[in-house]
Every structure is written in C-alpha cells, then in structure tokens.
C-alpha cells in the first residue's frame, strides 16, 4: 500500500513525542514494504515557501518527507509557547543540558488549519497513494481534502483527546474539529484501549472501526550504560520528562520532590521540558524551600534526554492523563525504572513499571525513596525492562504492522461500499 501520511511534528519542530513516534511509525511501515509520503507543516522561512521534498533517506529509502509552507501551533493554547520560551531556565543549570531552539510556529492555528488542508489537496492530486493517513485534529482536516481529491479511505490516528489535553478547560472548535475528524474517517487508530474509550464514549465513534495500536520502541543501540550524575557521585536524580502542562501532571512531582528532599539530603530533581505551568512550579519550589534542589533545563533534544535518562535513578510520570506515554519506553530502553500514573495507557502494554494515583504525592515519594535507596530493587527493575523490551510487541515494527492492517481493513470496507 503507498501511504499519503499527514503529520503536524518532524524535527526540529517538536513539542511532544508525537514526532518521535509518527517518524517510527512511517519507518516501520516502509520496512515493511509499504511507501510512505509523510507530509508535515513547516514555517514558511524554514523552506522558503511553497512545497518542497527533502531527503529522507536516513530514515527509509521508502520515506520521503514533504514540508509545507504553514505554522501550526502543536498541542497548545496560543499562549503556551510563548510562555514556555520566555520562562524556561537557562540550560547552565543542568551541566549536560542545552536548551533546544524555540518553536518557531505562529498562533494561528484554525486558520493553519485551514491552509495545511488547502494545500492537502495539491498534495494529493500530484502523489499516488492508496490510503491517508492523518495524525490527530490538526491534521483530520488536511487527510479529508485529501480523499476529496482522491477517493481514498481515510484513517484517522488519534494520540491525544482536547479532554486529555485540557481537562475542564477544552476549547469548544477543537472538540468540534476533533469530533467530526473521527466520525468523518473511515477507520480510527487509538494508541490505548483507555483512548478507545474516549473516542467511542466522548465522539460517538462506532467501536468496531476502531483499532487500537500501541507505541513501540527501537532497540537500545548501546545498551544499558548508566552515565554519572553531575551533581556528585552520592547525588541520585529524580526526573520528570515531558511538557510541562496541567495533563502531565508536574505539580503532583513538585510536591512529592519536596517530600523526599526532606528526609534524604543528596537527591536532585531535574524537570526537562516547557509549558505554561512552568512560572507556578517556579514560585512553588521557593515556597517549598527546594529551589537549591529541583534543575528546570527547558526543552532537551533528543541526545540529551537520553543522557538524562541514563543519569537518573527514576523517571516519574504524574500524569492526571496520559493516553500512551512513550516517555517510559524511552526510559526504559535507557535502563531507567519508571513511576507512572494509573492513568496511562502504556501500562497496557508494559507489565514492569511502578504505577501510583497521580495525585497520591505521598505514595508517588515514598516509591521514589524506595528506588533511590534500594540499589538491588533498582537493579532488578531495569533487568526486567530490559527483558520485556526485548519482546516483539515492544519493537518498532509491531505498530506498523498493525497499522498496516488498520489500512487493510479501511480499504476492505471502502471497496465494499463502492460495490453496494
């Protein structure tokens, strides 16, 4: 099958992990033998205008990779960016770390919306595809003006809901767009049972066009090699990963950090990555007393988050919601035991990981203490991931081949339909 995949994230433009996952996804699927044309918003300065193929061949020689001329906010409020830019600490903070280049998108999103779907539709005309596939709202928009050219069906990917994004605060258009997107698609892909919930509960979707397609992970590449903590060799690092928004819940990690800086006087705290609760968690830490403890380095790139993985002791994810979580297989593939909300969907796919209620802060401390201070239990924890990481469901090319049969199934009822 040649795949017409429209994304909204490729380096160096990235605000989540969606990025790291869709490029996965794309390799995996041509491995596999099916071509992929990924197609994602970029700013207008960055290629000159217009669209452009670049080279991919890093990646797949099956994977070309298509930037147009249109800036599209990723995950957030129009403000958010802008605040995690002015806000974040400089990287001096955390010895290893520098900060990665600011997003350069603009705070027009429905109307970049608008425009990466306009400009779907040549992209449709001029590339041969058998199937489309759209990665979350702001993309559903772009995949139907491309079936409205071509005829082909349309699987709609979804990541994340407005409702884990924004809880009680969800904007009304995004739901609209989101909502219909699903419906519109000829078949959905959920990256966990708990968003096929979502979907089918919140949208109305029907649940048997709905597949669900968890995240893999490729291989540790150097294997399980533990880096020294900057900040002593008896100086553990706690660490949160991730945006820092309400949905990931950093204030519950704030919390429970100052809970284990009482009672154990060496631990670090680093939280890696931007978001606008970062001037609360600020503020929050002096009135703790721990801003000598907690290192806020910003957004990372990739090389140095993996760098912090393997410095840390334990990776913590509050999440007050979490569809999958792909932040834990990176931790774990770099021999990290993970502390993980209840609300994730990556504990349906990974049996070795220490869940908590994200808003227990006294239980989310007392197992961070409990990684920090048993070195055997750490020990055991990363032989355990690491086996279970080693299983195919785990590896990169498991959700393509799912995904595959996604796009099978969506062109066996189109053709039904065509026929009847």
Not at 158 to 186: F, K, Q, V
Not at 308 to 326: H, K
Not at 369 to 377: F, G, N, Q
Request: proline share 6%; with cysteine.
């Amino acid at each position: 099958m040649r795949v017409l995949m429209f994304g909204w994230e490729y380096p160096p433009y990235a605000a989540g992990g969606l990025a790291t996952a869709t490029i996965s996804l794309a390799a995996g699927l041509a491995r596999l033998g099916h071509p992929v044309t990924l197609v994602v918003p970029f700013p207008a300065a960055a290629d000159g205008g217009g669209v452009r193929v670049v080279s991919a061949s890093d990646v797949s020689p099956n994977l070309r990779t298509l930037r147009v001329a249109s800036r599209l906010t990723p995950y957030t409020s129009p403000v958010s960016a802008a605040t995690a830019a002015a806000t974040a600490v400089p990287a001096a903070r955390a010895p290893w770390a520098r900060r990665a280049e600011p997003s350069a998108y603009r705070e027009t999103l429905f109307e970049d919306v608008d425009d990466y779907a306009t400009a779907a539709r040549q992209i449709a005309a001029l590339h041969a595809h058998d199937i489309i596939h759209a990665h979350d709202w702001m993309a559903y928009a772009a995949g139907k003006a491309a079936r409205d050219v071509s005829g082909a069906p349309l699987v709609a990917h979804i990541h994340a809901t407005e409702h884990d994004r924004s809880g009680e605060g969800r904007n009304a258009e995004i739901l609209r767009r989101e909502r219909d997107g699903l419906r519109d698609a000829d078949r959905v892909i959920a990256n966990s049972h708990l968003t096929k919930r979502h979907v089918v509960g919140e949208y109305g979707v029907d649940e048997r066009l709905v597949d669900v397609v968890h995240w893999g992970i490729e291989r540790p590449v150097i294997g399980d090699v533990r880096l020294p903590s900057p900040f002593g060799r008896t100086a553990p690092i706690v660490a949160f990963v991730g945006r820092v928004v309400m949905q990931k819940g950093p204030d519950y990690f704030i919390e429970a950090a100052a809970k284990v800086a009482a009672v154990h006087p060496t631990v670090c705290f680093v939280v890696a990555g931007t978001g606008d609760m970062l001037p609360r968690l600020f503020d929050r830490c002096i009135e703790l007393g721990i801003a000598h403890r907690v290192y806020f380095t910003g957004g990372l790139s990739h090389p140095d988050i993996d760098r912090l993985y393997r410095m840390a002791t334990v990776v913590v994810m509050p999440s007050v919601s979490e569809p999958f979580g792909l932040v834990a297989l990176e931790s774990l593939r770099a021999g990290t035991p993970v502390i993980v909300s209840k609300a994730s969907g990556v504990t349906e796919a990974v049996a070795n990981l220490i869940t908590v209620d994200f808003w227990d802060v006294n239980d989310i401390a007392d197992k961070m203490l409990a990684v920090i201070t048993d070195p055997a239990l750490a020990r055991e924890l990363r032989a355990r991931a690491r086996d279970e990481l080693g299983d195919s469901h785990l590896g990169p090319d498991e959700p393509a081949r799912l995904t595959a049969a996604s796009f099978a199934a969506a062109l066996a009822g189109h053709q039904t339909m065509a026929v009847t």
